[in-house]
Each structure stands twice: as C-alpha cells, then as structure tokens.
C-alpha cells in the first residue's frame, strides 16, 4: 500500500509503468483509420506545411481545419502549428506579417484583393501554470506599458494577459481549449497527432473542454463564447456539449466583464457571422445565456424572432453557406433599425414636447442616438459607423424615383447594400414590393430602358394626382348665402379646377410605398369677353 502511495506520488502505475502525463498521451493515428481526404486540405496551408518542414522545422494543420476533415467537411479557414518562433516563419515567406501583443502569431497572405487567403501560424506553446506566472493589477489597456516587457502574464482574476512562451507539442495540445480543436494533421504522410482523444470526442460527436472547465474560463473568459459558438456550429452535425463543460457557464459569464470592450465585439460579431446566426441565437437561449453576454448581442437575441431582424439573420447565414461576403454593418444596421425608424418617427412628429424637424435632420439625429446608445466607443467604429449611416440614409432617398435622383443613387458605394437593406424591409411588408422590384430593374439596366423607368413613374404620379383631384370634394356654401351667389361660386370653383395644375414638391420625403406630396398651384385666370360675367358681374347685380 505504501509503495502505491509513493507510486502515485511519482506518477507511476501500480503496474510500475509511466501513468498519464497532464499533457495527455501522444496517438499517432494513420489515414487507415482517421480516414481523412488529402483532396480537402487547402494547396495553400499544404505548401506552408511543406515550406516549414524544409527549412527544419515541425509544423502540421492544426485545430478546427482538422476537425472539419475528420466529419468529412472542406474547411473554411486552415490554421498552421510549428515550433519556430513568429520571426523565424516571417524570414520564409515573401508576405508574411506578425500580429497579436497578447498571443504573437503570423499571417501568411496568398493572392490580392477580395481574392486573398489568409493562413495563420502559430508557435507550439508551453503550458504555463497562472500561479508561475507574472500578475499585474490592472487589464490589458491600463497595464499596456508594464505588459510589453512579460511574456506571461495574469490579472488578479487569473485571466491570461499574455501567453508568448514557446514550448513542446504537447503542452501547446493541453493548453487549447476543445479536445476536437486540439489536434495536428501532417498532410506529408497524412498522420494525426492525438493527445485528448479528439478522435473519439469526434466519432462521439461530443464537445468538451480539455482540463477543469472553470479554471479554463477563468484563465481566458472568452473561452465562454468560443464555447457558445462550436455548440452553435455543430450543432447540425449532431454534436452535444458535455455536460461538465456547459454546467459552469452561467456562473463564469461575470467574468466576461473585465474583457475589453473592443475584443468583446469582435467575439460577438464572430457568433453572427460565421453562418450559424440563427443556431446561436437557438445555443444562447438554450444554455441560459439569452443576456448578459455583451449588451449588443442581447438586443440581437431579444429581436431575433422580429421578421426584419430574422430575415437578416438567415440571410446572413445564407450569404456565408454560399462563401459570399458579409458586412457587419449590414447585420447591425438591420439589428437597430427599429430604433432609428422610431426615433426618426418621433422627431418629425415632435412628440414629448419637442419641435417637429424636416425628414432629414430628424433621421440623422436618430441615427446619433442609435450609435450613442447601442454601440458606444468600440473598435472599428469610425468605418463601422460610416457604413451602417450611409445604408440607413438611404432609405427615404428610394422613394423619390424622378429627375437625376436614381442616377447619382446607384452610383453611390454602398448603394448595393442600402438596396439590400430596402429588399429585405420590402420583404416584410415595411416597403412597397413595387418599389423594391424597380429599384433592382433601374439598377440593373441599360440607358434606355432607364429613361423608360422614369417616364413610368411620372406616368403613374400623374394619373393618381389626377384621381385626387377629382375626388377632392365640393367646397361648403356658408350658411345663408344668397342663391346667386352660391350658383356663382359654385361656377368659379369648377373653373378653377379645370385651370389647376399639381406639381411634387421638392425635397419632399413621402411615406415608403406613396405618391410624393402634392401641393396645388393655381394659374391666374384671364378676365372673360363679352357681357356680364366675371368679376364686374357682383358689381352689376348690386347696382
């Protein structure tokens, strides 16, 4: 018994073998068995792999690229794990930029343009306890100048500051968070290094969290959300989260208080945009995390069920499932219109004591309150904020169809996102159909068939001025006025119809799907020949 004690003591079985490390145990898993599809990993992380291995040093595709090939999927993004050191990778390739205070990594660009891809590598690094490491009282921003000397480092919390320290594979594998992320495929001789039983985790289709689950969200808070978002993701694949690794979620969701706000943004952001917007929604009420999170993404998820803010959403995901392009603006934009709309609404009203404003003033002062209140000062703002008040701009600007206004409308940069914009309000029923579907025609065609557009719409504005002022009714007789008179009257009043002319006035920002405002101008009347009528004919009569 006492010799079991001193075994365990030394890490040692009672068979007198080496027990398992902390760092988990090395498999070597052949392509027989992982059974993965060299034809799905990217050329490019390929040759940065192979470009590694030639100048001698270890390197494999590693993390989520090595998950998705193991369920049989292409991979969206390929992340590189090696243990040279960030400057040593940037001496080996043309355009490679080193990135990252608090975790030092390396970009290696391939292509120009929309058309780049972007492979990152990363240094093996060593597993450092939070006790071993360096402690400073404040966070990442008040402590900046005391962190630029550290290479590990903690707050009083024990969240991670710093992690720059390189060290062996296997400690680089205990330190990353999911045993389905944690995991290195040599596309050389198609071998994949196991330390956690990922493989397993994989076949089992289950999430879970190397280490102690709460000492891993205490160290990086973040972890929380990561967590939200690979339940999100794989959920349709059948995936579940174990229940160790979900039960404390809740409780260490404080800890996201102390993240920067930047970096918190930049988290939420990834939760709606990597086209799982509508199962993360699902994930995040699921889990018990509907709030709390991050104030922004608790407006996402309380609006999601709006038919607006879920077409958005699902037409997020579906712009991602098809490997298109998406902009943060636009999701945002679509998140917060209903506040722009209301306070918009307001200030023209003048409700709540104030001064009724022109359309345009009253929606740029909306849009000031909106940023101020929902998005504060956060990175990326200033470009962010640009995109998100041009598209909401925009808007009225699609109800007036005459003159140069479409013209210097679609060539305007972000027309194509602000016509999206008005698509999807079209959609939902807050625009007129009609209006989305000659927007997208005008925008598409050629010179003449444009010119053909406009004269529709003065066309159509014309017979509708038309019918008001036909059903525009009869003016009221005052009470006792003599019968000529009123025959009189009633006479001048139908002349002066006929002689009405009905003109749009200008600047004038008409209710989405209406005629733009009228106002009535009436042409002076020229005196009538012959005897008797006219103005002199009071005269008579009274003589």
Not at 6 to 21: E, H, M, P, V
Not at 37 to 47: F, I, S, T
Not at 343 to 353: D, L, N, P, S, V
Not at 406 to 420: K, M, T
Request: net charge positive.
């Amino acid at each position: 018994m006492i010799k079991t004690f001193i075994d365990k003591l030394l890490g040692k079985s009672a068979g007198g073998t080496q027990g398992k490390s902390r760092f988990g145990k090395r498999q070597e898993v052949p392509a027989e068995v992982h059974k993965i599809d060299p034809a799905l990993v990217d050329e490019r992380a390929k040759n940065v792999v192979t470009t590694l291995q030639q100048a001698g040093y270890e390197a494999y595709v590693v993390g989520g690229a090595v998950r998705d090939l193991l369920l049989g999927l292409r991979p969206k993004d390929f992340d590189v794990a090696t243990n040279a050191t960030p400057e040593q990778v940037k001496s080996l390739f043309r355009r490679a930029f080193i990135i990252g205070r608090r975790f030092r990594i390396v970009h290696v660009v391939y292509g120009r343009g929309r058309e780049h891809e972007v492979i990152e590598v990363s240094t093996f690094r060593a597993y450092m306890d939070s006790a071993a490491a360096e402690q400073v009282a404040g966070n990442e921003r008040t402590s900046k100048g005391e962190l630029a000397s550290m290479k590990h480092a903690v707050d009083a919390s024990g969240r991670v500051l710093r992690d720059n320290v390189w060290g062996p594979q296997e400690e680089d594998a205990a330190r990353r968070d999911f045993t389905v992320n944690a995991m290195y495929y040599d596309p050389a001789n198609q071998v994949v290094v196991d330390y956690h039983n990922g493989i397993k985790d994989a076949q089992k289709l289950t999430l879970r969290m190397i280490g102690d689950p709460v000492t891993r969200y205490r160290e990086d808070p973040v972890r929380i959300i990561r967590a939200i978002r690979f339940s999100a993701k794989l959920a349709a694949l059948g995936f579940k989260m174990e229940a160790k690794t979900a039960a404390p979620l809740i409780e260490s969701s404080k800890l996201l208080a102390d993240v920067p706000q930047s970096r918190m943004f930049d988290e939420m952001l990834k939760l709606l945009q990597t086209g799982h917007a509508i199962a993360t929604i699902e994930q995040l009420r699921k889990l018990g995390l509907a709030t709390g999170i991050y104030p922004l993404l608790d407006v996402v998820v309380e609006r999601a069920d709006q038919p607006f803010v879920k077409a958005a959403l699902q037409d997020t995901d579906r712009r991602v499932g098809e490997g298109k392009p998406v902009a943060p603006s636009f999701l945002l934009a679509c998140v917060l219109w209903a506040d722009v709309r209301d306070g918009w609404a307001q200030r023209q009203e003048g409700r709540h004591g104030q001064r009724p404003q022109p359309p345009f003033p009253a929606l740029q002062d909306a849009i000031d309150d909106v940023f101020n209140s929902r998005i504060g000062d956060v990175s990326g703002r200033g470009k962010l904020a640009a995109d998100m008040r041009e598209i909401w701009m925009m808007q009225p600007r699609f109800d007036k169809r005459t003159g140069s206004t479409p013209y210097s409308l679609v060539e305007q940069a972000r027309f194509r996102a602000a016509f999206d914009f008005m698509r999807l309000r079209a959609d939902v029923g807050e625009v007129g159909e009609a209006i989305a579907e000659w927007w997208q025609e005008f925008s598409t065609a050629d010179d003449v068939r444009r010119q053909d557009l406009l004269e529709q719409v003065r066309d159509e504005q014309k017979t509708r001025q038309r019918v008001r002022v036909r059903e525009t009714p009869p003016t009221s007789k005052p009470r006792g006025e003599p019968a000529g008179r009123q025959r009189q009257g009633e006479a001048l009043v139908q002349d002066s119809e006929q002689d009405e002319e009905v003109e749009v006035e200008a600047g004038a920002v008409p209710p989405d799907g209406e005629a733009p405002a009228v106002r009535k101008r009436r042409r002076r009347r020229k005196p009538r020949t012959g005897g008797g009528g006219g103005e002199g004919g009071g005269s008579a009569d009274g003589a």
